[in-house]
Structures are given as C-alpha cells and as structure tokens.
C-alpha cells in the first residue's frame, strides 16, 4: 500500500483500481497479523489446477468488499438514509472480517484440520480483536451476529445481494477468465436503498439483478464445483483426514510445519476454541496454505502407501476420474469399481476403500425462503423479486452426485 497524504491508504487493486483505506480502527485491523494472515488463504482453493489464474487470496476479497460496502455507504447517504460514522465503520468492519476464520485453502478443509465452522471462528477472532481494540467492534460484532435494530447493516455484509457475493463474483471471474460471473455491480450498488431499514433495489435495477443471480449460477457450476476442482479438493480433504488418522494413532513419520502438527494429533472442536480462545485463536492465525503444501509434499513419499498416492497426486495434478450424475450412483456399480481397483490394479482393500468417494453438490440461483431481494417501485410498493419480475426466479435447488476414483485403463464410466 502506497500512502496518500495524512487521512489514508491507496492500494491498486487489479479489479476496482485505487482503493482508498482510511488510517484508524479499519487500517489497524488491516496490519494485524490475524488479518495478514489472509495473503496466505487462496480464495478459491484449488480452482488453479482448472483455471490457473485462480491464484487470489482471501486478503483480496475481504479489501474489495471493504471497497464495495464504502461505495455503499456513500449512495445510501446521497439518498438521505441516515448513517452515523460508528455504523459506517460497523458495518466496515463487519465485512473487512467477514471471513477472518478461514482456515487453509478456505471452504474445502472445513470441519477438517478442525471440528468448526469458519463463520463460527471469525466471530471469536472479532471478539479477540474487540478486546485487544478497546471496544470499538462491538457494533461490528452486533452488525455481523444479526443483533442491530437496523436490518440491513447485516443484509449487506450476509445476504443474497450483500457485498460479500458481489466482490468474490467479480473477482473470482476476474482471475479465472470466466466472463459468464461478470456482474454490473456498480450499477447495482447505485440501484440500492432502505425502506424501513430493510435493503431494497430501486425498480430500474432489476435486470441488472437478473443478471447478478444468473451469473452466480453460471459461476457455481462452471466455476466452484466444476467436476475437476471437486475431485481435487477431495483429494486434500482425504489427504488431510488420512494424516490425522495416522497423527492420531502414532504413525505419522517426518516433520511437519508446528501448527499443523499440533492440529493433526489434537481433536479440536468449536468448543475448545470458546473455552481456550486466544490460545487457540494464535495458533490458528499462524496455519494456512503454505503448511499444508509443505505437508503435501513430504508425504507424498511417505511410507503409508494411502497417504502418498493421494499428496502426489495433488502435488503433480494427478487427480481422481469425476463422474456427475443427477441420480445418486447404485451401490452395486461402485463396488464393482473398488473390486477391479484391487483386483486388476493392485490396490488393497483400503485404499480401493479410501480412494472411490461419493458425494453431493447442491446450488440455487435464488432463495425464496428467507431475506429475498426486495424492490422499491416508483409509487413506493416493495415487493420481493419473486413476485416483482416476469424473469422465471429459479428457486429450485440443483443437486448433482458424484464418483470420485483414481484413473485406470480398465474402469470407465
């Protein structure tokens, strides 16, 4: 970050260009260890190994939607919606560390390395820096718990059109090349209002919605759980649960980098964290990406033959046949696949057992069940945008199942 006389920040993003970081609580947050610890989080996970500009990190996203909810504030308050400078820097807050308690390669080690939710764990991080700060997150805290008078404080940092989403489209299909996730988001952001301290969209921004939601379709499928990236990640998600196995019952050989060690041997829940928190919080603060790669490669010559087949293939993009079915798969047809993986390929009954997964991915483009986008007519009616569009809101929830197992000459699907 380069300095811009006395009141702030510029950093030069390669989304939205100059983005201005004001000195104080929300620059101090940005300098905390806990915070830079995010430079070392990808974003998306393995999504390199299919796009290989996937490579940005969650410190990224959580400073552009910081930029985003700033260009919020700023139209709100040219609409004459009234709000004071502790909310602006509650709600900035708020979406600055929405995801502060990603653990490594975010979403896919989840309730992995760890037995909690990293919503969870960001909330106890807040709460650690609401200490350490004095006071000033409290708001914050209030705005991200959904516990502020004022509704869409949190709509806009947690909800179907809140800063969070309309960020990590944008710079998701930034880096990946996938224009399909491109959104107007700053026609959006132009478009958005309160009524009775609920968000609304004003009536003219309605496609432009429809576009957003579309996007994130697109996004999901060709994107998150395109079949490639699911199979990696749940070889790392395997990767990961076979070396605790081995961590646990004394028969993990070889050095590992110290938190990663300590995580692996120890069963640690949401709970430990409550009771043990700072402890916990720190050493969680000092795990991330670079930890688990390091992991990867020394076991991928490790002596356990399961855990070796599984961090090489990551390691040298090795990775496991996908197949994606609407219909989950007859129990018949993948025994079949681990008997010819034991019986034709060498492998023994426990990896066939450990390395054939199954599994469901689920999406919506829109939720209709709680919190839907609501739009402000010219006359002053709000309606939600189910009931406020003639475009079909595909509400219906999408699942597709699939069948992991390593390639071979003979098993096709």
């Excluded at 106890?124 to 409290?138: C, H, I, K, P, S």
């Excluded at 947690?158 to 996730?181: A, I, K, P």
């Excluded at 709000?382 to 071979?408: F, G, N, Q, R, W």
Aim: some cysteine.
């Amino acid at each position: 970050m380069s300095g811009s006389g006395s009141q702030q920040k510029i950093m030069n993003d390669p989304v939205y260009g100059f983005v201005r970081i004001p000195y104080g609580t929300i620059f101090d947050l940005i300098e905390h260890p806990y915070f830079q610890r995010l430079r070392r989080i990808k974003q998306v996970s393995l999504t390199h190994l299919v796009y290989p500009g996937a490579l940005h990190t969650r410190f990224h996203h959580a400073i552009g939607a910081f930029h985003l909810m700033k260009q919020a504030i700023d139209v709100l308050r040219s609409k004459q919606i009234e709000l004071s400078e502790a909310e602006s820097l509650g709600v900035s807050a708020a979406i600055l560390l929405h995801d502060i308690g990603h653990g490594p390669f975010s979403h896919t080690l989840e309730n992995t390395i760890i037995r909690a939710h990293h919503e969870d764990l960001s909330l106890l991080f807040m709460e650690q820096l609401n200490e350490d700060f004095n006071g000033q997150l409290t708001l914050a805290i209030e705005i991200f718990r959904d516990r502020y008078q004022r509704q869409f404080f949190h709509q806009l940092v947690s909800g179907q059109l809140d800063m969070d989403r309309m960020d990590y489209l944008n710079r998701d299909s930034y880096f990946t090349g996938v224009y399909e996730g491109v959104i107007g988001y700053d026609r959006i952001i132009q478009m958005l209002s309160v009524v009775e301290d609920k968000l609304v969209v004003e009536e003219k921004g309605i496609y432009s919605i429809e576009k957003f939601l579309m996007a994130r379709r697109l996004m999901y499928w060709q994107v998150y759980l395109h079949k490639t990236v699911v199979a990696a990640e749940q070889m790392l998600v395997l990767t990961l649960k076979r070396a605790k196995e081995l961590a646990r019952s004394g028969k993990m050989t070889g050095s590992l980098p110290s938190e990663l060690d300590f995580f692996l041997h120890e069963d640690i829940g949401a709970d430990d964290f409550r009771t043990h928190s700072r402890e916990l919080l720190g050493r969680f603060s000092r795990l991330d990406d670079y930890d688990v790669m390091m992991a990867l490669k020394l076991w991928s010559t490790a002596s356990d033959p399961l855990l070796a087949y599984l961090a090489s293939g990551i390691i040298d993009r090795k990775l496991l046949r996908v197949a994606l079915r609407s219909e989950p798969f007859d129990p018949s047809y993948i025994k079949g696949i681990k008997d010819k993986l034991v019986q034709q390929h060498g492998f023994t009954a426990e990896m066939a057992d450990g390395l054939v997964i199954t599994g469901k991915e689920t999406n919506t483009a829109y939720s209709v069940a709680r919190d839907e986008i609501n739009i402000l007519y010219k006359d002053g009616r709000v309606l939600p945008m189910s009931e406020a569009t003639d475009y079909s809101m595909d509400a219906k929830i999408i699942t597709k199942y699939y069948l992991c197992y390593p390639k071979t000459g003979q098993i096709k699907e």
